[in-house]
């Protein structure tokens, strides 16, 4: 446990607090909207504002930049808030970045009414990623479309158009249940 949490103080060796302010809307009114919608007019209605991003999205500062069938892309800013102790951006950032657009891809394939979850991500690091790398932009792709589990691609690239990762991923694609 750091110093902070154990005795509500901090060495002054650690510098001034950072702070980054957070804030969401009710993922349920995205989900109820994505219950009407394809998946791919569900994507174009929380890039257009209609319907509120999801939180994870907003916790990471990432977005929507481009969506088709079966393709989407998302950025993401960084900075400190997202570092590890090592002092690089967390693997765990990238890992998500990938999960998201793979996920959403098939996403875009899905009629209303049908969702999907990760069964399985394969993820590849290939160099390190810094605040100044940024911001990331990932890249997802279906491979392969299906009514029960389908599979997907993603990439994520740096400011620079360099691949930092990649990943390969099988969705499971089952019914929503009725609200």
């Known amino acids: 446990m750091t110093a902070e ?11 001034e607090p950072r702070r980054r302010e957070i804030t969401w ?11 009407e919608r394809s998946g791919l007019e569900t994507l174009q209605a929380i890039r257009d504002g209609v ?3 999801a939180p994870i999205a907003q916790l990471v500062q990432m977005g929507i930049t481009a969506i088709e069938e079966g393709r ?8 400190e808030s997202v570092y590890n102790p090592i002092g690089v951006v967390h693997g765990g950032l990238v890992c998500t970045m990938l999960d998201t657009v793979a996920g959403c891809a098939v996403h875009t ?12 991500l394969k993820v590849n690091y290939l160099r390190p990623v810094h605040t100044d790398s940024g911001p990331l932009t990932a890249i997802g792709r279906v491979v392969k479309p299906g009514r029960r589990v389908a ?10 158009g360099r691949t930092v990762a990649t990943a390969s991923s099988s969705l499971l694609v089952f019914p929503l249940p009725a609200t």
């Open 5 to 15: 949490l154990t005795t509500g103080t901090t060495p002054d060796s650690w510098g």
């Open 25 to 35: 809307h009710d993922p349920m009114v995205t989900a109820a909207g994505a219950r």
């Open 51 to 53: 319907l509120p991003p």
């Open 72 to 79: 989407v892309e998302f950025t993401c800013a960084l900075d």
């Open 109 to 120: 394939t899905l009629p209303a009414g049908v969702g999907y979850t990760s069964i399985e």
């Open 151 to 160: 599979f997907a691609e993603g990439e994520v690239l740096d400011a620079a």
